[in-house]
């Protein structure tokens, strides 16, 4: 029988030296070629003009330069509606817009897997129906709903549609069957627990990579939208709408362009790297019995 290999004092799969160098160069040259587009929007960022327009494109910078971000930072101090307003909207609107996603679907969620009432699998499938639907389709329903009670041109013309995913409701679901056993509830339960309590003691840790993933769907989502058909005034308009508007300006604002596309991908990229260490360790260990 073959002694299994041990590693700081755990045993390891039965596998050679060899083969674990093979798998470990393997996925570097994964993620060495999955980084690649990144690379090159931030060597683009660091270009001069005459670089910037050479053909074809080179991975890499002959003259690194910062006067982008200079140019960037000057056109953003020019605009007559401070920046920093922007960015709060946008801030704003995505952390409000998620964390209300997040409870919201999650809570549905709930009372759709483990709750029974008269109409629960008929509502489901209206939902699973909605995913079908592009949101173009539903911008001029959306936009009466918002006109009829007042919500043109405020924040929650971009909080409360964040807040009624079909796609959040529909994830949660079915980590919520599948992860959240029903004798775990019914203790709950018999200990005197009610439903909230025992939504978010018991089920919610139960389901941490389903929600971890729709935090990094929707902060992305959120922090990426740009201008909005309900949006009229300028004080409320996002970042992302800011950015577009200064780097519209020709070839004299390609340079800026690059840098603003880079700082527009810094956040939700730290925001996916970080939650994603989390899913990838919560994954590891769900399937796990005691």
């Known amino acids: 029988m073959a002694k299994l290999r041990t590693r700081s004092h755990k045993v390891v799969l039965n596998r050679s030296a060899g083969g674990d160098a093979g798998i470990t160069f393997v996925l570097a040259l994964l993620g060495a070629f999955m980084f690649l587009p990144m690379l090159y929007v931030i ?30 930072f000057v056109l953003m101090n020019t605009s007559w509606v401070p920046f920093s307003r922007y960015i709060f909207n946008t801030v704003f609107t995505t952390i409000i817009g998620t964390i209300g996603n ?16 008269p109409g629960g699998k008929v509502m489901f499938k209206a939902v699973r ?3 079908m639907f592009h949101s173009t389709v539903t911008a001029v329903t959306q936009f009466l709903i918002m006109s009829t009670f007042g919500w043109i041109d405020t924040y929650w013309a971009i909080i409360l549609p964040a807040w009624c995913t079909s796609l959040g409701l529909y994830l949660m679901k079915q980590f919520m069957e599948t992860n959240v056993p029903d004798t775990v509830l019914e203790s709950s339960r018999l200990d005197g627990a009610g439903e909230l309590k025992t939504f978010w003691v018991i089920a919610m840790p139960m389901v941490k990579p389903g929600w971890l993933t729709l935090i990094v769907y929707c902060f992305q989502d959120l922090w990426n939208k740009g201008a909005s058909i309900y949006i009229h005034s300028e004080q409320l308009k996002s970042f992302n709408y ?29 925001v996916f790297v970080i939650t994603q260490s989390n899913i990838i360790e919560t994954m590891g260990s769900s399937g796990m019995k005691d």
Not at 50 to 63: A, C, G, I
Not at 103 to 117: G, P, R, T, V
């Open 43 to 72: 060597m683009q960022s660091l270009k001069p003009l005459d670089e910037l327009w050479m053909f074809p494109p080179r991975f890499y910078v002959v003259s690194p330069t910062l006067k982008n971000f200079k140019q960037l």
């Open 102 to 117: 997040l409870f919201f679907s999650s809570l549905a969620a709930y009372c759709m897997a483990k709750i029974k009432f």
């Open 129 to 131: 129906m909605s995913l």
């Open 242 to 270: 800011a950015i577009q508007q200064i780097t519209a300006g020709g070839i004299k604002r390609a340079g800026a362009s690059a840098a603003a596309t880079v700082v527009m991908m810094l956040v939700p990229i730290s």
